[in-house]
């Protein structure tokens, strides 16, 4: 079996990297950046949580953790995953509801770990908090931080041992479609057959020719110079009320807040001014000491997440398609779920059970009308 994928993302990778691992030897990348890292995948932060707010998610996390236990074994390379926690922060009682309710789930979904805390356990948790107003939080010892770009070096460095083919700077254009068959990739080289087909265009998911509902979504991050302020072991701490968060990578503090985007480049990594001010003011206000570091211009940056419709990965088979498979959509957590993701994708093409039911996640549940349904946590 043949198989061609475009995308040599991080899922791109997982999912070239599990396929190899069954003895699908037969596989091409494309990707249309001259390097791995093109897209999204080293613009991640590096989050990884199982505190989730759908049983799936939370599936796919427990999955993907497992193997990024086991992620140095399998590759020889380090995941950079660090348990250093996930801490949520509620100010008012609607947030702290959430956060009961998505900790409720994640028990009954075999996440034991994230535990309800009221205002003073947030504070011994994360002594740098200054902010009165916490009701309360939930915090998961065993979420933390994981590397982006190492998780992709390691599967596509692995995939190419077992003899799958990365073909960079090639940029696909359009499927070629023969009844209810993909028969091609039309790329500016010429066109690539295979047998199967996989969707791993990230935030350009949408952009080859056939109906896909994923679409980009600007996010913005803030960085500051060096410092020792803050240390790395600081759990991600996230307000819940207004999503604003900050984490400390390679003695930088990141400051974060999702919200809508001022200039549609993508990759425009001059953040206007205001946003700036505004996560800086949002950090006086409840961590003073991180809003106490200057904020250093040229190490900002900007990235695109990719939207489903229903904040959920789309995985499986595209609607009226024997041979196009989606790895799309996963809306802002493609990196933690990649291993997960790459795996199970892999084991459907293969023709093997799927390790955990990805049904939710099939692609057609939109034209179905049952997208996944669920509050947000972030
Ligand atoms: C600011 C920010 C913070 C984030 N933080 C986190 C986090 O903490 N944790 C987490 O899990 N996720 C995080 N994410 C999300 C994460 O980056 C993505 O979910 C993940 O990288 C998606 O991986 P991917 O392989 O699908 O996409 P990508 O890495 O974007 O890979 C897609 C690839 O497809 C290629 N491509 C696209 N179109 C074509 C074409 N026509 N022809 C050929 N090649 C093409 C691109 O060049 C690219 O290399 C964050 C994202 C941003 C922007």
């Known amino acids: 079996m043949r198989v061609a994928i475009v995308g040599a993302g991080v899922v791109g990778a997982s999912v070239a990297y599990h396929l190899a691992a069954r003895g699908i030897h037969d596989v091409v990348v494309l990707d249309r950046a001259d390097e791995p890292g093109g897209g999204s995948t080293p613009r991640a932060t590096g989050g990884f949580r199982v505190q989730f707010e759908t049983a799936i998610n939370i599936a796919l996390s427990l999955l993907a953790r497992e193997k990024l236990l086991r992620f140095e074994e399998e590759l020889g390379v380090d995941s950079g995953y660090r348990p250093h926690g996930y801490l949520f922060l509620a100010r008012s009682e609607a947030a702290m509801d959430a956060l009961r309710i998505a900790n409720a789930l994640q028990h009954a979904n075999g996440a034991s770990e994230p535990q309800l805390i009221d205002a003073d356990e947030a504070r011994r948790i994360n002594p740098a908090i200054e902010d009165d107003a916490i009701a309360g939080g939930a915090y998961g010892p065993r979420d933390g931080f994981i590397r982006a770009m190492q998780i992709l070096g ?178 802002g957590h493609g990196v933690m779920h990649a291993p997960a993701l790459g795996q199970l994708l892999a084991q459907l093409i293969a023709g093997e059970e799927p390790s955990i039911d990805i049904h939710p996640l099939r692609p057609s549940r939109f034209a179905e009308g049952e997208p996944i349904a669920g509050p947000e946590l972030l």
Not at 237 to 252: A, C, E, P, Q
Not at 257 to 269: A, I, L
Not at 271 to 291: F, H, K, M, N
């Open 154 to 331: 390691g599967y596509t460095d692995a995939a190419k041992r077992f003899g799958v083919h990365f073909d960079y700077g090639v940029e696909a254009v359009r499927w070629r479609v023969d009844g209810d068959r993909v028969i091609a990739i039309e790329t500016r080289y010429g066109a690539i057959e295979a047998d199967v087909f996989v969707n791993a265009a990230g935030a350009w998911a949408s952009t080859l020719g056939i109906d896909n509902p994923v679409r980009p979504l600007r996010r913005q991050v803030a960085c500051t110079i060096e410092t020792d302020a803050l240390p790395e072991t600081m759990p991600m701490t996230i307000w819940l009320d207004d999503g604003f968060h900050l984490r400390v990578r390679d003695r930088r503090i990141l400051l974060l807040r999702p919200d809508e985007p001022r200039t549609t480049d993508p990759f425009d990594d001059n953040l206007d001014d205001t946003w700036i001010a505004d996560v800086v003011e949002r950090a006086r206000a409840r961590v003073p000491i991180a809003a106490s570091v200057a904020i250093d211009r040229d190490k900002c940056w900007a990235g695109l997440y990719e939207m489903s419709p229903d904040r959920h990965a789309l995985l499986g088979r595209a609607p009226g398609f024997a041979n196009l498979y989606l790895a799309n959509g996963s809306s």
